[in-house]
Structures are given as C-alpha cells and as structure tokens.
C-alpha cells in the first residue's frame, strides 16, 4: 500500500519517519517507481525537521582571529594595526571589547578572515572589500550623541567614537550625499574672509534637515512658478499675528515647500539654506540668531532661492547672512533684494524716510500700512543704519514657537 509522506511535526512522527525511511533503504528499490520518490520525500521531510530542531552553530569571530593568529604565528602586538592599539587587541580577545567595523574591515582585509564569521554579530549587509563612503572620523560625532542622532545608541561618548562608522552608516541610511559636493555648488563658504565652514559638520545638519522634513505631510506637490511675488507677499503679511511664524509653516506646506528647524553645527556659522529632497523642495533654518525679523528675512531669503536658483543639480545652497563675500554672488544679490522687496517694497521703504527720521510712530506707521510685524521694519532700520539699538523696544523672539523641532545646545562658532 502506498505511503503518503506529510511534513513532520512532531517527535512520534519524525521517529515514523525515520523508521519508514530505514525499511525502504534496506529494499531494492526500482528507479523511478513511487517507492524511489517516497524516499526521496522523506529524506527532504527528516532534513527539515532536523533542522528545525538543531540551532545552527555560531561561529565566534574570536576564535576565527585566534585561529588565525595561531596558523600565521602572530601576537598581540601584530594586531595593533588593525584594532588600533595594545589594550584594545587585549580587550577584544579577552571578549571585553567588541569588534568595530573598522578593526572587521582591516581584519578581513589584512589577515583574509572570511567577512561571513567577522560580521556574524552585525545586521547590515557590508562589502568589506569596499571603502566606506565617508570619513567616520571627520563627523561632529560629539555634537550628534546629544542630539540624539544615533538612534538606539545608548553608550558613551568613547564608546560613540569608537563604533562611528557603524553610527554613521546607520544616519546616513537613505541618504546618497556627499561633503565634497558643497564645495563645488558656491563660492567658498566663510565668514569674514576668515573661518571656513566644516563640510562635514555642515553634511551632518543638511542630513538632520532632510530627515525632519520627511516626517512632515505634504498637502500638495510643488508646482513650478507657484511662488508668485504675490503669494511671497501674502506671506509675509502672517508676519502681523503672533503665531505668524507657526502660520508661515503651514502656508508653505500648503505649496508643497516643507519649512523645518535645525539648530546650527558648531563652525558651520549657517542661518538656512534652500534644498532639494528629489522634487520636494525644503527650506531649513537654524534661528541662531532668535530675532523675529531675522527669521522672516532668512525665510523670504531662502524662498527666493527655491523660487529662481534651485533645480537638479543645484539642490542644496546653504547660507550665512553675515558673510559679506559670499552676499556679493549673484544669486545672493538677488535672494537679498527679492527677501527685502516681499518684506519692505523700495517704494514704501523711500516714502517712509525712516533712515532719515527713525522714530517709533513711524516704524510703526509703515508696518501698519504694509500689515506686517513692526520687529521687520525696526530690523530693516537697525541693519541699514548699522545702528543696533535704535528702535530697540521694537523686538520679538522665534525659537519659542518651535520649541517642539528645536533642542538647545552649548555651542560656540
């Protein structure tokens, strides 16, 4: 009578099995009659249940070293070059330190260990024959940990440094950027003709932004030439309401612009930048400097720049308002004087004279007309003035509105 072969569940039937299979193995079987595939099913039914059964056998990456240490007649000290330093190769054989993909890399390619038994404790598939794509080294790793940017992570600053291409790998997961391309997009980015601007840190915050940005939902694509002059100056005129700031968010996101808050790196010296996340365009501003007109002219600024300068292959133009040099450019001539039009127009700003006469009646007198907030016009005084106190009771604040999107951290430039 024939048998029909079922998968195995449980130990009476693998014992079944096993017994079915023993009786058929001692029969002379006819090739290709029903007894030869009922066989062959078994087999393939007692292999799986098997393996189901066994725990697969972990091999250690220690002992895989130290194996190889024994066939090519290395000590400790032969390992320095690949984990960096004395206590470290200790520590690692000891299993009280544990391997970082830069000491797997340099094991695998140095000593031929296979990268199967050296990644064996890693979730990420790693090529280790190839370079990573940055230097781990040359990221502000100190800044991020506070900002809690290595999601997960819950160790120590050395421990940080220590594991950083892993941390960074996993940051700049769905990220394909690069430091050096900055470089290229505009003229050198400092401040004064003295400080140049980290690329590596500035990488990092350009990274922050975009992930902020993902998070916030759309409600519409963005339309070529939908940032009309008039809908710049619709938007300044939220400027007048004490949520204006909050209003501004919500009016972009309405466009399909993502507007977003990152503080700034320390040696980055950056107030905003315009960028693109494929066709979605995002304005991110640092608010270093927590002035109301400040945050409208740096947004008004970084619209221009996604309504005339922004495109494929001009994605990303970072900015610090404060850097004489890089405002002679041209398109920061322009982002200027189209942030200072949308916000003052030239012929309201000649009529009101305040250069000449900055008193308060008539600050307030043009913000009223041009229904924007009076913090715009006694910042458009103050700076065309160079004198920073004049109308120094006309003021207000922006972080607080944001303090949802923003941490606070001791930097210094």
């Known amino acids: 009578m024939k048998q029909q072969v079922k998968v195995i569940k449980t130990q009476r039937e693998y014992d079944a099995a096993v017994a079915r299979l023993s009786a058929l193995m001692d029969e002379e079987i006819v090739p290709g009659s ?9 087999a393939l039914v007692i292999e799986s249940y098997e393996r189901s059964k066994v725990e697969p056998v972990v091999v250690d990456p220690v002992e895989a070293i130290l194996f190889r240490m024994d066939q090519l007649g290395l000590k400790k000290v032969d390992l320095v070059p690949y984990m960096g330093s004395l206590p470290k190769v200790s520590e ?15 094991l695998h390619q140095g000593l031929g260990i296979p990268a199967d038994v050296l990644l064996v404790q ?17 990221f502000p790793i100190k800044e991020m940990l506070s900002r809690g940017y290595f999601e997960g992570f819950r160790g120590t600053l050395r421990e940080a440094k220590d594991h950083a291409e892993e941390l960074i790998r996993g940051f700049m997961r769905g990220m394909h950027l690069q430091p050096t ?7 050198p980015m400092h401040q004064s003709g003295s400080r140049l601007m980290d690329e590596y840190a500035l990488l990092t915050w350009r990274v922050a932004a975009l992930k902020k940005a993902r998070q916030i939902k759309l409600k519409s694509a963005y339309a070529q030439n939908s940032l009309t002059d008039d809908r710049l100056k619709e938007l300044t005129r939220l400027s007048r309401f004490e949520q204006g700031p909050r209003l501004a968010q919500e009016f972009l ?29 995002v304005v991110a501003l640092t608010l270093r400097h927590d002035r109301l007109d400040n945050f409208w002219f740096a947004l008004l600024h970084e619209l221009v720049h996604v309504k005339r300068h922004l495109k494929q292959g001009h994605d990303f ?10 405002s002679q450019t041209q398109e920061e001539r322009e982002a200027d004087e189209g942030a200072r039009e949308a916000l003052i127009p030239a012929t309201a700003w000649a ?23 009076p913090t715009i016009v006694a910042g458009r005084v103050r700076f065309e003035t160079g004198n920073w106190r004049l109308l120094s009771s006309i003021k207000g604040d922006v972080r607080r509105h944001f303090q949802d999107q923003l941490q606070r951290h001791s930097q210094s430039d």
Do not use: C
């Not at 029903?34 to 078994?42: A, G, P, R, T």
């Not at 391309?181 to 003229?187: C, G, K, S, Y």
């Not at 996101?253 to 365009?281: N, Q």
């Open 34 to 42: 029903s007894k030869e595939s009922e066989l062959e099913l078994l």
């Open 122 to 138: 890693t979730d990420d598939a790693i090529d280790l024959s190839e370079q990573p794509s940055y230097d781990s080294s040359q």
């Open 351 to 373: 009529e009101a004279d305040l250069l000449g006469s900055p008193t308060m009646e008539a600050a307030l007198a043009l913000a009223d007309q041009l229904r924007i907030h």
């Open 317 to 326: 133009i970072p900015d610090n308002l404060e850097d004489k040099l890089h």
């Open 253 to 281: 996101a309405d466009l399909g612009i993502a507007l977003v808050f990152e503080d700034h790196f320390s040696k980055t010296y950056l107030d905003g930048a315009a960028m693109l996340d494929g066709e979605r365009p």
């Open 92 to 106: 690692v054989l000891a299993r009280k330190r544990p391997l970082n993909l830069a000491m797997i890399r340099k």
């Open 181 to 187: 391309q900055h470089a290229r997009l505009r003229a």
